[in-house]
């Protein structure tokens, strides 16, 4: 990566992210790999189940004892919100309808978003973006925990209190690291959200709002399948700022542990990632990666070398918008 310099307690580096060069030196050797890019045709449908199915699941936990609400938030519904958010993150690829149809891809994101019950797929578009073209940018890419996360949350209490309220972290650092206007498309999120939240609670009472947001914010929070946030980029090898997971978890997350392997090819669809590491074995099968996301949670709890300062930040300039 180039020479490494400390400043304060993250790793900062004055190179650019590795993605770029590798993209060009896997399409110049394996042009084919341009064939697996464009939309993928079953995740339009795969979507829509899961939302109807979220949609049932409201009229089912309607009368249950309010333990049973959590409980099945946790076990059932959380993990579908969950998985639905990493499907907003491939449909903010446009991957559901492709390139040309962008804002079909926007109005399916805010379909998808509907059981989550807080509107957050366009806002997740507008940032996401950023986190892509300037991987690790001070001030840029919000994924990055801000300095007071990692003074604060050094201790294994602290880091499992950090992990519980990653949703409200996630939420609010936009706001104070990288602050953007509201868009329309923003509004519309909250309109067409807010609107559904309204009517669910209509027919069927206060107890489907609460499974489905509970769901959301603990799934998002101190879950197995969260342990794909620290997996992505946390540095667990000096020099190394993006891993990938190639563990059986990928079936209900779109793939997104195929993690170095998206931030290559951010076009490609999670269906088709493990083709390009199989197309491209020789760039992926040496780097370092996450045999388990529940590993990686407790090493980032229990070792006391990983916490939220574990990032790779670097000095970007802002892209001029076309």
């Given at each position: 990566m180039?020479n490494?310099?400390?400043?304060?307690d993250?790793?900062?580096v004055?190179?650019?992210q590795p993605?770029?060069?590798?993209?060009k030196?896997i399409?110049?050797?394996y042009?084919?790999?341009?064939?697996?890019?464009?939309?993928?045709?079953?995740?339009?449908w795969?979507?829509?189940?899961m939302v109807l199915?979220q949609?049932?699941a409201?009229?089912l936990?309607?009368?249950?004892?309010?333990k049973?609400?959590?409980?099945?938030?946790?076990?059932?519904?959380?993990c579908?919100?969950h998985?639905?958010?990493?499907?907003?993150?491939d449909i903010?690829?446009?991957?559901?309808?492709g390139?040309?149809?962008?804002?079909?891809?926007?109005w399916?994101a805010v379909f998808?978003?509907?059981?989550i019950g807080?509107?957050?797929s366009?806002?997740f578009?507008?940032?996401h973006i950023d986190?892509?073209?300037y991987?690790?940018?001070?001030?840029?890419d919000?994924?990055?925990?801000t300095d007071?996360?990692?003074?604060?949350?050094c201790?294994p209490?602290?880091?499992?209190?950090w992990?519980f309220l990653?949703?409200?972290?996630?939420?609010?650092?936009p706001l104070?690291?990288n602050?953007?206007a509201?868009?329309r498309?923003?509004?519309?999120n909250?309109l067409?959200?807010?609107s559904v939240d309204?009517i669910?609670?209509?027919l069927?009472?206060?107890?489907p709002i609460i499974?489905?947001?509970?769901?959301?914010?603990?799934c998002l929070?101190?879950h197995?399948?969260?342990?794909?946030?620290?997996?992505e980029?946390y540095?667990?090898?000096?020099?190394y700022?993006?891993y990938s997971?190639y563990?059986?978890?990928?079936?209900?997350t779109?793939?997104?542990?195929y993690h170095?392997?998206?931030?290559?090819?951010p076009?490609i669809?999670g269906?088709r990632?493990?083709?390009?590491k199989?197309?491209?074995?020789e760039?992926?099968d040496?780097l370092?990666?996450?045999?388990?996301?529940?590993?990686v949670?407790?090493?980032?709890?229990?070792?006391?070398t990983i916490g939220?300062?574990?990032?790779?930040k670097?000095?970007?300039?802002l892209a001029?918008?076309s």
């Amino acid at each position: 990566m180039g020479n490494r310099v400390t400043r304060g307690d993250f790793e900062w580096v004055y190179t650019e992210q590795p993605h770029t060069q590798r993209r060009k030196e896997i399409l110049a050797k394996y042009p084919e790999i341009k064939t697996l890019m464009g939309p993928d045709p079953h995740l339009k449908w795969i979507v829509t189940g899961m939302v109807l199915t979220q949609l049932l699941a409201c009229y089912l936990v309607k009368d249950l004892p309010w333990k049973w609400i959590f409980f099945w938030a946790y076990g059932f519904g959380g993990c579908i919100n969950h998985s639905l958010t990493l499907a907003i993150h491939d449909i903010s690829h446009n991957v559901a309808f492709g390139n040309k149809q962008a804002k079909w891809n926007r109005w399916f994101a805010v379909f998808a978003n509907l059981p989550i019950g807080i509107p957050y797929s366009a806002s997740f578009k507008k940032y996401h973006i950023d986190h892509h073209r300037y991987l690790g940018g001070d001030s840029l890419d919000v994924d990055i925990p801000t300095d007071f996360e990692g003074w604060f949350f050094c201790t294994p209490l602290r880091k499992l209190l950090w992990l519980f309220l990653q949703p409200l972290f996630y939420s609010l650092r936009p706001l104070y690291v990288n602050p953007k206007a509201i868009t329309r498309m923003e509004i519309f999120n909250a309109l067409v959200q807010f609107s559904v939240d309204l009517i669910i609670y209509y027919l069927w009472g206060l107890k489907p709002i609460i499974y489905l947001i509970a769901g959301t914010i603990l799934c998002l929070g101190l879950h197995p399948i969260s342990g794909h946030f620290i997996a992505e980029h946390y540095m667990f090898l000096k020099g190394y700022e993006t891993y990938s997971y190639y563990g059986p978890l990928n079936w209900l997350t779109f793939n997104v542990g195929y993690h170095m392997e998206h931030h290559d090819f951010p076009s490609i669809p999670g269906c088709r990632l493990p083709m390009v590491k199989k197309i491209a074995a020789e760039y992926y099968d040496n780097l370092p990666h996450h045999q388990s996301w529940i590993r990686v949670l407790w090493d980032f709890v229990f070792d006391d070398t990983i916490g939220p300062y574990s990032r790779v930040k670097r000095l970007c300039k802002l892209a001029k918008e076309s």
